[in-house]
Structure formats: structure tokens, C-alpha cells
């Protein structure tokens, strides 16, 4: 009986996991080797490799990254914010996002990399 109530939590959560997706717009991301994938995501800011801004897949200008997510903030203050900017972009770049991310008042900001293969 308890392997058959096992078997089961094991399958829910793996079923739970493939259903989890990435609201940000594809991007080639930097490898890192302490990326781990964040279930978490509320919100993700998006800089493409030819320097087009989105947010949760709906462009928007620079200008509105903070007032945007100012409002967002509002409802929800304890809500995660990842910044997945393509690595063609130059340091700067996501530097700006991430003062705009800061002004708009995010407490939790990640930055999106994908793991690096382990050697070993």
C-alpha cells in the first residue's frame, strides 16, 4: 500500500514538472553552472539579441519596464522577477533592466542562465 501511495507522489510531481513553462520570449542565455530552474517565475523580462524589450512575451518599450512592473508589484510585492536577456546583449543592457527592475520596487531578482556542462 505504501509503494503503490509513493508511486503515486512520484508521478505527480513529475507530471507537475513537464507541465511548467517559461513565460519569458526564447533567448540564448549564458551558461552558469549554478542555473537551476525556478518554479517561482511571476514575472520575466525579456531583453532579445536585437535589443527588443518584453515582458511576460508582450513588448513594450524601455520606458515602460518600471511603471509596468510597478503595477504588477502592487498586487503582488513578494513576486519574482527574472531578467532573461539574450548573452549577444552587452553587459549595460541588463544593467539598465535591472535599475528599472529595482526602482519599480522587486525585492527577489533573478537573472536566467542555462547550466553549463559539468565536467567530471
Not at 2 to 29: E, Q
Not at 56 to 85: G, H, T, W, Y
Amino acid at each position: 500500500m505504501v509503494d503503490t501511495i509513493f508511486f503515486l507522489l512520484v508521478f505527480f510531481m513529475i507530471a507537475s514538472l513537464a507541465m511548467t513553462t517559461m513565460k519569458g520570449m526564447p533567448v540564448n542565455l549564458p551558461k552558469s553552472t549554478m542555473a537551476a530552474d525556478r518554479s517561482m517565475v511571476k514575472t520575466v523580462i525579456t531583453v532579445t539579441a536585437t535589443g527588443k524589450y518584453y515582458i511576460d512575451k508582450r513588448q513594450v518599450s524601455f520606458s515602460r519596464i518600471e511603471p509596468l512592473l510597478s503595477a504588477r508589484l502592487k498586487e503582488n510585492p513578494k513576486m519574482v522577477v527574472v531578467i532573461n536577456c539574450d548573452k549577444a546583449q552587452s553587459w549595460g543592457r541588463g544593467i539598465e533592466v535591472m535599475d528599472e527592475v529595482k526602482k519599480a520596487g522587486a525585492e527577489i531578482l533573478t537573472i536566467a542562465t542555462e547550466p553549463k556542462a559539468r565536467r567530471g
